[in-house]
């Protein structure tokens, strides 16, 4: 089976942190970009170094995908851990298994600490629960991958207590970009559904109470599914089996042929058969269809399970991303929902680059209601609007740091002067990163005329070192030379070269650190 550039590309770093020693690692990617597919791969290069790998879920349906999955794109079988079926003994060099099975202390038992080398845990975001924990500490020495579709800075930073590292991430933007994902729109309805009263459980809402909120809206909520996709494809996600049902049966009333399954569901598997063949055009489901049900027909998705998890609202929407034939875009119905102190996540989340991108294509998606935002669109307008504030603000503060008398050079300016916005907007994420500037970092970063009393952390230490080394490999021009240049009010000095920078600071000091006679430093180009 042949991979995709990106998926050879995240098959690659992955071996390359277990080789170099990071032993715990993150691969990120999309729902609808082949996770399976590549970890399978990444599973066969290590059997054939002899391994023993094993496969860890939480549900069935993903410990069956990446069976059948292994099989497809590797021809390797796989033994089962799961309830009554077991692997000991078996002659399989890869074993699929379920955490709930796995963590108990009479199974785990029968396993020496060293009997996996490798250890892939599917839906990663899971990770960091108790039950991941007991099994990964048993096989304490094995190399671990966690592949994951959804993790933002906040998820990373939970998952970077346990992981090493990010091996690759490939984004929903690029994804999108480069036609392997479906065009996302988003239409922002005025109809505002109060929340302002539904508590939280385990970090998110209460279903049970954003059942009860939702029920005075539902006959609304179905005449707006009525005029924007009476002809889609719809699944509908909802907090409670009851608000499902009830919901189903508004939806058959409004002319619609819509379908119900739960987990209780004794004909799921026909009714999921029927809804891909086109029997019915509308699934509702409380909360089952997150993860491992694929149906690529899917061209609009309906959250009524409103969630501050970004992970849980990516895996909903991700139901619809996939590619069709004559399908030209998926679409989000987003409803005006009303928080008095919680971030919710909406369609903005899935893409936006930082917090304020999001909050602000939100802004500008809820002040036009009824009209379709192109997601990636709705973005690039966002992030100019984000950057332009940004750097209104930022230009006062640089105004400041240009007046300090300090030997060294602040990070900020810095970073602004060679528009390294990936240091500017850096957040430590892993475990490392987070630890103190070490001694060591800071005497290098001095030797390189970088003030460090303002960078914080081990990681934005590590990322400026490399930077500046890079950019001492390559010539060009060093903080402190910036620093003294735009002073002068020399534009772009971050990209000159070291050579031509020490050729008009040379000519400034030999006229008595004036500038020399006919230069303009807002027009100077450097030869």
């Not at 108990?104 to 020496?112: A, G, M, N, T, V």
């Not at 994902?181 to 459980?201: E, N, R, Y």
């Not at 694929?294 to 409103?306: A, F, I, N, Q």
């Not at 916005?421 to 060591?440: H, Q, R």
Request: glycine letters at 6%; aromatic letters at 8%; one cysteine or more.
């Amino acid at each position: 089976m042949d991979l995709r550039p990106y998926q050879a590309e995240a098959r690659s770093a992955v071996q390359q942190e277990w080789e170099e020693g990071r032993k715990r690692t993150l691969l990120v990617l999309p729902t609808g970009c082949g996770k399976t597919i590549v970890f399978s791969k990444i599973i066969e290069d290590r059997v054939r170094m002899g391994e023993r790998v094993l496969v860890l879920a939480h549900r069935s349906e993903l410990l069956e995908q990446a069976s059948d999955k292994l099989m497809t794109a590797t021809g390797l079988g796989t033994a089962l851990e799961k309830a009554e079926s077991t692997s000991v003994g078996s002659w399989f060099r890869v074993v699929v298994g379920s955490v709930q099975t796995m963590q108990r202390e009479k199974r785990l038992s029968q396993f020496p600490p060293n009997h996996f080398d490798t250890i892939i845990i599917d839906e990663a975001h899971h990770a960091i629960s108790d039950g991941y924990q007991r099994v990964l500490g048993h096989f304490e020495e094995a190399n671990v991958l966690g592949v994951t579709a959804t993790p933002d800075r906040g998820d990373k930073q939970n998952l970077g207590k346990y992981f090493d590292s990010l091996a690759y991430e490939y984004s929903l933007v690029d994804a999108i970009k480069s036609g392997y994902l479906s065009k996302i729109t988003a239409i922002t309805i005025p109809l505002t559904l109060d929340l302002s009263k539904v508590s939280q459980q385990a970090g998110d809402f209460k279903a049970s109470e954003i059942g009860t909120a939702l029920d005075p809206y539902l006959e609304q909520i179905a005449d707006e599914m009525v005029k924007q996709c009476a002809n889609r494809k719809t699944v509908v996600f909802l907090p409670l089996v009851k608000t499902s049902q009830k919901f189903r049966d508004i939806l058959n009333a409004k002319g619609f042929k819509a379908a119900e399954v739960n987990g209780e569901s004794k004909d799921r598997e026909e009714v999921l058969a029927d809804f891909d063949k086109g029997k019915y055009n509308v699934l509702c489901n409380s909360m089952l269809l997150t993860e491992g049900w694929d149906c690529p027909s899917v061209d609009c998705v309906v959250v009524l399970r409103p969630t501050k998890v970004r992970a849980l609202y990516s895996q909903m929407v991700g139901r619809g991303t996939r590619l069709y034939p004559g399908k030209e875009n998926l679409l989000l119905l987003d409803f005006l929902w009303h928080t008095e102190r919680h971030e919710l996540c909406r369609p903005a989340h899935l893409i936006a680059g930082s917090p304020e991108v999001a909050q602000k294509m939100v802004e500008n998606m809820t002040e036009e209601t009824e009209i379709a935002f192109e997601l990636l669109e709705a973005e690039e307008v966002a992030t100019k609007d984000v950057i332009a504030e940004r750097e209104e603000a930022l230009a006062k503060q640089l105004e400041e740091m240009r007046k300090r008398k300090r030997a060294l050079v602040d990070p900020l300016q810095f970073e602004m002067s060679i528009n390294a916005e990936d240091l500017v907007d850096y957040v430590p994420e892993f475990g490392w990163e987070m630890a103190p500037v070490s001694d060591k970092q800071k005497q290098a970063l001095e030797k390189f005329g970088i003030y460090t009393e303002e960078i914080g952390n081990a990681g934005k230490a590590t990322k400026l070192l490399d930077r500046l080394a890079k950019r001492r490999d390559a010539g060009l021009t060093t903080p402190k030379q910036i620093r003294l240049l735009e002073r002068y009010g020399f534009q772009h000095v971050g990209m000159w070269k070291f050579e031509s920078a020490k050729n008009m600071i040379d000519r400034i000091a030999v006229s008595g650190w004036r500038l020399p006679a006919g230069v303009r430093p807002k027009e100077y180009q450097p030869e």
